[in-house]
């Protein structure tokens, strides 16, 4: 399964920056809602890497799918860190970066608690998150395709 994360990678790169630019530009919510990279790594890399992993015959494959899933949350969550740094030091008046939005920016937020603690924190639940939604879904991806899979091998050795 080697090269497995570079292209969602690349797209988690992307959706980081892309989402950061519109904020900043004052783009309305919704639209910085459609590049929100935790969508992304909640649903749709874990079915995408449970897609790639079904069709490889590789030996556990659900214990691959949640190795896979965590690191590349772990990842993506590293390039969304630093947003959050940002917006602590600048104080940046998005929803998603407020306490009560989950985030760092607010009165009585100490530079620990903005720069590493908060940061930390959201990046542990939203892997746990990961492996939770997109780690179940891809599961049932996985089992689903090994289904067909045996039936259309049954059909075959029945012929």
Same mark, same amino acid.
């Given at each position: 399964?080697?090269?497995?994360?570079?292209?969602?990678?690349?797209?988690?790169? !992307?959706? %980081? =920056? /892309?989402?950061? @630019? #519109?904020?900043?530009?004052?783009?309305?919510?919704?639209?910085?809602?459609? !590049?929100? %990279? =935790? /969508?992304?790594? @909640? #649903?749709?890399?874990?079915?995408?890497?449970?897609?790639?992993?079904?069709?490889?015959?590789?030996?556990?494959?659900?214990?691959?799918?949640?190795?896979?899933?965590?690191?590349?949350?772990?990842?993506?969550?590293?390039?969304?860190?630093?947003?959050?740094?940002?917006?602590?030091?600048?104080?940046?008046?998005?929803?998603?970066?407020?306490?009560?939005?989950?985030?760092?920016v607010g009165p009585g937020v100490s530079p620990f608690m903005g720069y590493v603690g908060i940061p930390l924190a959201a990046a542990a639940v939203w892997i746990l998150i990961s492996?939770?939604?997109?780690?179940?879904?891809?599961?049932?991806?996985?089992?689903?395709?090994?289904?067909?899979?045996?039936?259309?091998?049954?059909?075959?050795?029945?012929?």
């Amino acid at each position: 399964m080697k090269g497995i994360l570079n292209w969602p990678l690349i797209i988690a790169a !992307f959706l %980081v =920056v /892309v989402r950061v @630019v #519109l904020e900043r530009a004052g783009a309305p919510e919704t639209v910085n809602n459609i !590049f929100s %990279v =935790v /969508v992304f790594y @909640v #649903l749709i890399a874990p079915l995408y890497f449970a897609f790639r992993i079904a069709g490889s015959g590789i030996a556990a494959p659900y214990k691959n799918l949640l190795k896979t899933t965590a690191l590349f949350t772990a990842l993506a969550r590293s390039m969304v860190i630093p947003t959050y740094w940002l917006a602590y030091l600048y104080q940046w008046p998005q929803y998603r970066f407020t306490v009560a939005g989950g985030g760092n920016v607010g009165p009585g937020v100490s530079p620990f608690m903005g720069y590493v603690g908060i940061p930390l924190a959201a990046a542990a639940v939203w892997i746990l998150i990961s492996l939770i939604v997109g780690g179940g879904l891809g599961s049932i991806l996985i089992a689903v395709k090994r289904k067909s899979a045996r039936k259309a091998s049954d059909t075959v050795t029945a012929q």
